[in-house]
């Protein structure tokens, strides 16, 4: 029985899941939820109902990030495993900080910035300008470097632009005109290339007994 993904197309915790499993091309079957109407399959499984979720044989991952690290493990060794997460330790905790810093900062302010209107103690700008702390980084950073950790992509990257792009969808005009050079050109290498547009394909809401959708599609043939 294939791994089961709960997933969610426009979570950015189920597209940097969904793109690690695609670059690896680690197939699972895949269930879209609709998070106001979540199934029951999922909801019984009892704690937490978020999106992804991975069931492999009864073992649960309700972590965007360890779904990521199923996929590095599942994967026999390859060029590619070894790049998105490299055997130096030094370098794993430089990503793992690097996504922690993503997943606890910046996305409190993302949250803020999105939905201004439902915190309204301080302006939308106020809360733009406190992500954009995090997107000076990542521009400095990306003004050395193709990728965050040198010249080649790694899961920091992966878990990152997912975040990046929902902040830069907030006001498409304004991170047009913002200057982070560095930061587009990074950003636009992934929403702009096939892997995305292969992760992004829509599907129904999940239904008990539905034939099986495997992801990614180009291990269906
Ligand atoms: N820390 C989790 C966060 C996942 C998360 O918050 N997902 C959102 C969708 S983007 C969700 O499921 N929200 C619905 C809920 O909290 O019930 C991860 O990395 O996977």
Same mark, same amino acid.
């Given at each position: 029985?294939?791994?089961? !993904?709960?997933?969610?197309?426009?979570?950015?915790?189920?597209?940097?899941?969904?793109?690690?499993?695609a670059l690896l091309s680690q197939s699972?079957? !895949?269930?879209?939820?609709?998070?106001?109407?979540?199934?029951? &399959?999922?909801?019984?499984?009892?704690?937490?109902? /978020?999106?992804?979720?991975?069931?492999? +044989?009864?073992?649960?991952?309700?972590?965007?990030? +360890?779904?990521?690290?199923?996929?590095?493990?599942?994967?026999?060794?390859?060029?590619?495993?070894?790049?998105?997460?490299?055997?130096?330790?030094?370098?794993? /905790?430089?990503?793992?900080?690097?996504?922690?810093?993503? +997943?606890?900062?910046?996305?409190?302010?993302? $949250?803020?910035?999105?939905?201004?209107?439902?915190?309204?103690?301080?302006?939308?700008?106020?809360?733009?300008?406190?992500?954009?702390?995090?997107?000076?980084?990542? +521009?400095?950073?990306?003004?050395?470097?193709?990728?965050?950790?040198?010249?080649?992509?790694?899961?920091?990257?992966?878990?990152?632009?997912?975040?990046?792009?929902?902040? &830069?969808?907030?006001?498409?005009?304004?991170?047009a005109d913002s200057n982070y050079p560095?930061?587009?050109?990074?950003?636009?290498?992934?929403? $702009?290339?096939?892997?995305? &547009?292969?992760?992004?394909?829509?599907?129904?809401?999940?239904?008990?007994g539905q034939p099986t959708i495997i992801?990614?599609?180009?291990?269906?043939?």
């Amino acid at each position: 029985m294939p791994a089961i !993904l709960y997933s969610f197309r426009r979570c950015p915790y189920a597209m940097r899941a969904r793109y690690t499993l695609a670059l690896l091309s680690q197939s699972v079957e !895949l269930r879209e939820v609709v998070l106001k109407n979540k199934p029951e &399959a999922l909801l019984k499984l009892g704690g937490r109902s /978020t999106v992804p979720q991975l069931i492999v +044989d009864g073992k649960r991952y309700p972590e965007s990030f +360890d779904i990521m690290m199923w996929a590095i493990n599942q994967a026999p060794a390859s060029s590619m495993s070894l790049q998105l997460w490299p055997q130096s330790k030094v370098m794993q /905790t430089k990503i793992q900080t690097w996504v922690s810093y993503n +997943d606890h900062c910046f996305k409190y302010w993302l $949250d803020r910035y999105k939905y201004a209107d439902r915190y309204p103690e301080f302006t939308e700008e106020f809360y733009r300008q406190k992500g954009e702390r995090f997107l000076k980084r990542l +521009d400095v950073r990306l003004s050395r470097y193709p990728y965050l950790m040198g010249e080649s992509m790694t899961l920091a990257d992966v878990a990152i632009f997912p975040f990046i792009r929902q902040f &830069a969808g907030v006001k498409p005009t304004w991170f047009a005109d913002s200057n982070y050079p560095n930061l587009k050109r990074w950003l636009s290498g992934f929403v $702009d290339g096939k892997e995305f &547009a292969a992760i992004m394909s829509k599907y129904e809401p999940w239904q008990e007994g539905q034939p099986t959708i495997i992801f990614p599609t180009h291990l269906n043939s």
